[in-house]
T-cell receptor, first 115, second 113 residues
């Protein structure tokens, strides 16, 4: 089974621009979560999608948004980029079996640098 | 999700067992203990999880105290490739479609040759 695939792996953007990151979960997994990792704040939860619906959201401004498609692939978008948005963005996929989430499997991440 | 407390760093000699402690004194009855690790600049990797019984898989063993307020992850024969940050997370598993992992600061484990 292929793992979680995130594209692109690296990205450099300018302040004020917007960016879209993509995540393809493990085949059959319906839940996709996004996390931001920075040296100062560590790993922080952004949001989670399950069957195309956002089920949970972390404490991030509205500039951060996402969506999930019918094939479970997910995208996250950050608008009006700020220098502080430079981070490793991680996607995790899991599924629900018997009413409970399976363990989450993470992709390699997209490293975003805002200059 | 309950908060966890881990030592910020630990060293272990190669070939020896690495024992990583985690305190989760406010854990609820329906919360599982999960362990992940993150090797530098990679995505976190799932290691093991448990509810109240001790668990073992090909990577590690998980020992949970009877009162469930603390646990220990054991890497039986540590290798240099086990150098990573290890995260202990408590998580409600029976929560349909509501996935959220709350990561603390973890323990930076360094395996010494």
């Amino acid at each position: 089974k292929a793992g979680v695939t995130q594209t692109p792996r690296y990205l450099i953007k300018t302040r004020g621009q917007q960016v879209t990151l993509s995540c393809s979960p493990i085949s059959g997994h319906r839940s996709v979560s996004w996390y931001q990792q920075t040296p100062g704040q560590g790993l922080q939860f952004l949001f989670e999608y399950f069957s195309e619906t956002q089920r949970n959201k972390g404490n991030f401004p509205g500039r951060f948004s996402g969506r999930q498609f019918s094939n479970s692939r997910s995208e996250m978008n950050v608008s009006t980029l700020e220098l502080g948005d430079s981070a490793l963005y991680l996607c995790a996929s899991s599924d629900v079996v018997g009413g409970g989430n399976t363990e989450a499997f993470f992709g390699q991440g997209t490293r975003l640098t805002v200059v | 999700d309950a908060k966890t407390t881990q030592p910020p760093s630990m060293d272990c000699a190669e070939g020896r067992a690495a024992n990583l402690p985690c305190n989760h004194s406010t854990i609820s009855g329906n919360e599982y203990v999960y362990w992940y690790r993150q090797i530098h600049s990679q995505g976190p990797q799932y290691i093991i999880h448990g509810l109240k019984n001790n668990e073992t898989n090909e990577m590690a063993s998980l020992i949970i105290t009877e009162d469930r307020k603390s646990s220990t992850l054991i890497l039986p024969h540590a290798t240099l490739r086990d150098t990573a940050v290890y995260y202990c997370i408590v998580r409600v598993r029976s929560n349909f479609g509501n996935e959220k992992l709350t990561f603390g600061t973890g323990t930076r484990l360094t395996i010494i040759p």
